[in-house]
């Protein structure tokens, strides 16, 4: 069990580029989720999967922000046309969940830091 | 709505002293976390509790949930250098969201 891993660690991005990022997921845990973090604030929920299905996303997530997770493995959150303010740290956590002893318990990542010039 | 308030957000105090990080909520859970993030790193898990009453403890910090009153305490004890971080606690609601407080950014002075 080597942890939640995420790549890249560091992305400097340019105005309206489209930006890709990987979480790889402790390998057993079934429910994987993204967050946004700025300077100064807890994280901010973005979305999570159950398995490969994409179960509930943040109001603050707008149409440039996708996210996959195909075969219930890792996943990938993609901004498109990305914008000055999206400037964050982009933590994925995963989690074990439906069984008696899992208790939610999140496992974060290293997180992405994402600079937009 | 649903909130999840930390106070206080910054704490400085010295090696040795006891003190205690706030966690309210806004909406009925069972269901409290904690954790650490050191500067530029990720969230490291310290607590679950999961009960009302539920009480954890681990080294100087221990933590209580009380969830009638919708409160949980990290309490800090003979603070050490090592524990200057920023905890922040969060609460799973119903669905399976978890909403982050602000976090407090302690500061252990020798």
């Known amino acids: 069990d080597t942890g939640v891993s995420q790549n890249p660690r560091h992305k400097i991005t340019k105005r309206g580029q489209n930006v890709t990022f990987r979480c790889d997921p402790i390998?057993?845990?079934?429910?994987l989720y993204w967050y946004r973090q700025t300077l100064g604030q807890g994280p901010e929920f973005l979305t999570y999967?159950?398995?490969?299905?994409?179960?509930?996303k943040s109001r603050l997530l707008s149409d440039r922000f996708s996210a996959e997770r195909p075969k219930g493995s890792f996943s990938t959150l993609e901004i498109q046309r990305t914008e000055q303010g999206d400037s964050a740290m982009y933590l994925c956590a995963s989690t074990q969940s439906g069984t008696r002893f899992s208790y939610n318990e999140q496992f974060f990542g290293p997180g992405t830091r994402l600079t937009v010039l | 709505e649903l909130k999840v308030e930390q106070n206080p957000l910054f704490l400085s105090m010295q090696e040795g002293k006891n003190y205690t990080i706030y966690c309210n909520y806004s909406?009925?859970?069972?269901?409290l976390y904690w954790y650490r993030q050191d500067p530029g790193k990720s969230l490291e898990s310290l607590f679950v509790?999961?009960?009302?009453?539920a009480v954890k403890q681990e080294g100087r910090l221990m933590a209580s949930l009380d969830t009638k009153a919708r409160l949980s305490t990290l309490h800090i004890t003979a603070a050490v250098h090592d524990l200057s971080a920023t905890y922040f606690c969060a609460v799973l609601f119903t669905g399976n969201q978890f909403y982050f407080g602000t976090g407090t950014s302690l500061t252990v002075i020798p």
């Open positions: 909406t009925t859970s069972d269901r």
């Open positions: 999967f159950q398995n490969e299905a994409q179960l509930e």
């Open positions: 390998s057993e845990h079934n429910r």
């Open positions: 509790l999961l009960s009302n009453g």
